[in-house]
């Protein structure tokens, strides 16, 4: 009778690691990994000067790793190809030519930007909101001035910003982005914050990506 009541305790003690171990189980499996690597795909367009705003959708390819700094907040580093051929701009050919408005056929945009999000819940077991902001260069390439017998002209790279918001689970996101870029609202050579944007403007553009995290 008197091992009765250790044996009882001896249970209790058991059961209480028992349950504590599978807390920290369940509380390891909600909480985000620190270091994540996400890959996705979009769609999207350039959105100024008109025309082709919504009219030459192109896709895009991208891979961002992202690094969780504290509770609902990652940094990351995002790497993207938008397959964006054709858009508007405005240019110069020579003097007679000063206040162009055409197409341009053009390479496709890589570029990579440092970016920041906020999720507005922690263990991301389910969808939830989140915003994001970024800062990076774009590399608009080589691009042919289809009124002028498509004449070859380098487009020139430029600084630029990117904006998101969307909804996310630790496993996968669905948002919007918009990216800006900083480019020449002059003819002429333009240096913007890096990166010499040159007169060939117009390849802001807009997109819907969805991604999935390793």
């Known amino acids: 009778m008197k091992k009765l009541p250790l044996f009882f305790a001896f249970i209790a003690i058991s059961l209480t690691a028992i349950s504590q171990n599978d807390l920290k189980k369940e509380e390891s499996a909600s909480t985000p990994r620190k270091l994540r690597l996400g890959i996705g795909l979009g769609i999207g367009s350039?959105?100024?000067?008109?025309?082709?705003?919504?009219?030459?959708?192109?896709?895009?390819?991208?891979?961002?790793?992202?690094?969780r700094i504290s509770k609902g907040l990652y940094v990351g580093l995002r790497l993207e190809n938008s397959f964006l051929k054709n858009y508007r701009a405005t240019y110069t050919i020579d003097a007679k030519t000063s206040?162009?408005?055409?197409?341009?056929?053009?390479?496709?945009?890589?570029?990579?930007?440092?970016?920041?999000?906020?999720?507005?819940?922690?263990?991301?077991?389910?969808?939830?909101?989140?915003?994001?902001?970024?800062?990076?260069?774009?590399y608009r390439g080589q691009g042919q001035l289809m009124a002028y017998n498509n004449k070859e002209v380098a487009l020139g790279t430029c600084s630029g910003l990117l904006f998101r918001a969307g909804l996310a689970s630790s496993k996968f996101s669905f948002m919007a982005?918009?990216?800006?870029?900083?480019?020449?609202?002059?003819?002429?050579?333009?240096?913007?914050?890096?990166?010499?944007?040159?007169?060939?403007?117009?390849?802001?553009?807009a997109s819907i990506k969805g991604t999935y995290f390793f």
């Open 46 to 67: 350039t959105y100024r000067y008109g025309g082709l705003w919504l009219a030459k959708m192109a896709p895009s390819i991208h891979v961002e790793p992202q690094y």
């Open 99 to 138: 206040n162009e408005y055409g197409q341009i056929k053009a390479n496709s945009l890589f570029s990579w930007a440092l970016t920041i999000e906020k999720h507005f819940k922690n263990d991301l077991k389910t969808f939830a909101p989140f915003v994001g902001a970024g800062i990076g260069t774009f």
């Open 177 to 205: 982005e918009v990216n800006p870029l900083w480019e020449n609202n002059e003819h002429g050579k333009f240096r913007s914050w890096w990166g010499d944007s040159g007169e060939y403007r117009g390849r802001s553009y």
